[in-house]
């Protein structure tokens, strides 16, 4: 692995862990559900950005 995956993939497990934090703290169902939603778009963009700097 690159230093450049290294960097990706612990940003991955850092935001994973905050979403997880801040969907399972928070007591509003709205709060949670567009948490959760926000998480699964980082997370997206994400795993996008890492693919492509594998392709290229």
Same mark, same amino acid.
């Given at each position: 692995? !690159?230093?450049?995956? !290294? @960097?990706? +993939? @612990? ?6 862990? =905050? ?15 567009? #948490? +959760?939603?926000? +998480?699964? =778009?980082?997370?997206? /963009?994400?795993? #996008? @950005?890492? /693919? !492509?700097?594998? =392709? @290229?």
């Amino acid at each position: 692995m !690159t230093n450049l995956e !290294t @960097v990706i +993939f @612990v940003l991955l497990a850092f935001i994973i862990g =905050l979403g997880y934090g801040i969907f399972c703290k928070s007591d509003s169902d709205e709060i949670k559900l567009g #948490t +959760f939603l926000v +998480f699964c =778009l980082i997370l997206m /963009i994400c795993s #996008t @950005v890492a /693919i !492509t700097l594998r =392709l @290229v």
